[in-house]
């Protein structure tokens, strides 16, 4: 067996999934449901998304939504999912406010800063840091919207999975592999605002997660990173590439 290959069982993503259910649904917006069923949308961007799926606009429920930062193509529909869906949203202190000045219910928020850690439903979430901006427009003008962030999602008897959000490579990834030992990690590749398909290798390799999920590619013609470069810069490492059909859930 060469240094790159896995086992059957270790590349068989329903082995690293543990019973979740990953579905991308276009640029980087993430569902998962844990094995009790809780529904977890990440970075909700519906309307506007240009690679989000036509049939899946709604949703049976969504119990928990998981912001990593202010940019509209991540939270452009987060209040139309909160005021359908009434989840308890979470998201950095400054967004928070910002989100609840909006009409967001204050009391489904749960606002907090980087090192943070809580309990929600059958979920233990993480704050940690991520490099890129952060802000959100209002009234057609952007506003301070808190740093950016990345999220440590641990399902109960699930994988431990790190959502990247938007950034770059940096060097404290290291020690979120340190620290929380992340199983799977969602990462962006497209380049160009994000790390593209090379550094988000070194970024799977310093965290030491078993698969990476690419996303945050090909929705415009600036994100040119694509996961064939991913797999091929992964030489002599043993780290899948889950790579998810828009819409099509992972298990």
């Known amino acids: 067996m060469g240094s790159n290959d896995l086992s ?22 993430m569902h998962l449901q844990t094995a009790a069923g809780t529904s977890v949308l990440i970075d909700p961007w519906i309307e506007g998304n240009p690679s989000y799926p036509v049939d899946k606009k709604s949703f049976d429920k969504v119990d928990v939504m998981l912001l990593t ?8 529909s987060s209040l139309p999912v909160a005021a359908q869906y009434d989840p308890t949203v979470l998201c950095m202190v400054e967004l928070g406010d910002i989100l609840v000045n909006q009409g967001l219910k204050s009391d489904k928020l749960i606002a907090m800063n980087l090192g943070g850690t809580v309990k929600v439903a059958d979920l233990e979430i993480s704050m940690v840091e991520a490099r890129h901006s952060s802000s959100y427009v209002v009234d057609g003008l952007p506003v301070y919207a808190g740093p950016p962030t990345g999220l440590i999602v641990r399902p109960e008897g699930g994988p431990t999975i790190y959502f990247a959000g938007d950034t770059s490579l940096f060097s404290d990834m290291k020690l979120i592999g340190d620290l929380f030992a992340p199983d799977i990690a969602v990462l962006p590749i497209g380049g ?3 790390m593209g398909p090379e550094h988000a290798a070194i970024a799977a390799d310093w965290i030491g997660v078993k698969a990476v999920v690419p996303i945050h590619y090909g929705t415009f013609p600036a994100l040119k990173g694509r996961p064939d470069k991913l797999r091929a810069a992964f030489t ?3 780290i899948e590439v889950l790579e998810l059909k828009i819409g099509q859930p992972s298990s």
């Open 69 to 76: 930062h202010g940019h509209t193509d991540h939270t452009g």
């Open 192 to 194: 160009f605002y994000t």
């Open 236 to 238: 002599e490492k043993n």
């Open 8 to 29: 059957n069982k270790e590349r068989h993503p329903m082995s690293i999934l543990s019973g979740v259910k990953l579905t991308w649904l276009g640029h980087a917006t």
